[in-house]
């Protein structure tokens, strides 16, 4: 952990994007100031007593024709998120269809556990720091189910996540070379 994490983070509602079907990931929803001051990619397995929510969301997807769901948790610390061993390992909350404060709709109720699997990403934004000359993605998922996310950097930067088909990429004309590989993709 980052020092002086402690100093400004406290337990915040923390509404994070949903992508994948085959592997859920969470994008957490950035903000520049704290404590939502953190990009972050996580890998979680979603569970419920007397339901499948992974299932549930799966369906909904296939069925709706929405391309946004967000995840909005209970209040926790965010920070607690960098250090799987002794952080936050399960995190409760509700499934939105589309954006969680942009009129979106739950579909699950508010005992979904997300259980973290693996800490993709995670960066504690520093505003002081020089811009990225280039733009950088960082590719997560598997061969299957590909994504892309924009490595955030300072004001006035942008959250984006898209899908990939990676036997598109030489046609997209990608350099390889720019993208990040986030943690084994299988």
Not at 118 to 141: D, N
Request: hydrophobic share 40%; charged share 20%; with cysteine.
């Amino acid at each position: 952990m980052q020092g002086g994490h402690a100093r400004h983070d406290h337990p915040a509602v923390h509404g994070m994007l949903i992508v994948g079907e085959s592997q859920v990931f969470l994008s957490h929803l950035p903000m520049f100031h704290p404590p939502h001051d953190y990009q972050i990619l996580l890998e979680v397995m979603l569970r419920e007593d007397g339901g499948d929510p992974a299932a549930a969301y799966r369906e909904d997807r296939c069925t709706s024709g929405e391309r946004i769901y967000t995840w909005v948790p209970k209040p926790f610390v965010l920070s607690g998120l960098s250090n799987a061993a002794s952080g936050a390992r399960v995190m409760q909350g509700t499934i939105f269809r589309g954006h969680f404060e942009r009129g979106g709709k739950p579909i699950s109720s508010d005992r979904v556990q997300a259980e973290l699997m693996r800490v993709l990403y995670f960066r504690r934004f520093a505003p002081a720091e020089a811009a990225p000359v280039r733009l950088q993605y960082l590719l997560f998922g598997s061969p299957q189910e590909s994504f892309l996310a924009h490595v955030i950097s300072r004001p006035p930067d942008y959250d984006h996540i898209l899908s990939v088909n990676l036997q598109q990429l030489p046609a997209m004309e990608l350099s390889l070379s720019r993208l990040a590989l986030v943690s084994g993709a299988k």
